[in-house]
């Protein structure tokens, strides 16, 4: 299974890098003024129109396959275990030790974490 990851690892990220060249490689809106006045784009390999049509399909491929990568990948790292996971257990942990409000006179929360209570003397002082 891990092997399977790494591999979609690899594919997501040779995608990654294809759309960066791609997106890089295509002309701009405003090169197509330059292209009307004799530019020489109708003489090359995918002719006049060719080279935008390729270029955009290519980058829709590869976004595609990037987006694929992607969520194949949250599927694989959501089967595992939450125990490997330090945030998980940290929050699970606090919520069990919590001290409850009860000696103010404050309805209980169950699973929230409260501030320790103020000295005696510092209330008495407050009143």
């Given at each position: 299974m891990q092997f399977f990851a790494n591999l979609v690892l690899i594919v997501q990220l040779l995608s990654a890098l294809a759309i960066i060249g791609l997106v890089l490689v295509q002309h701009g809106k405003g090169a197509d003024m330059g292209a009307s006045f004799g530019s020489g784009a109708s003489g090359s390999l995918f002719g006049a129109t060719g080279s935008a049509n390729f270029l955009s399909r290519s980058t829709?491929?590869?976004?595609?396959?990037?987006?694929?990568c992607t969520l194949g990948l949250a599927f694989l790292s959501n089967g595992r275990s939450s125990a490997s996971n330090g945030a998980d257990s940290v929050l699970d942990r606090a919520a069990v030790?919590?001290?409850?409000?009860?000696?103010?006179?404050?309805?209980?929360?169950?699973?929230?974490?409260?501030?320790?209570?103020?000295?005696?003397?510092?209330?008495?002082?407050?009143?």
């Open positions: 829709a491929v590869a976004a595609t396959l990037f987006f694929g030790v919590a001290p409850t409000p009860a000696a103010s006179g404050a309805a209980a929360i169950p699973g929230a974490i409260v501030a320790p209570a103020a000295s005696a003397a510092a209330s008495a002082a407050a009143n």
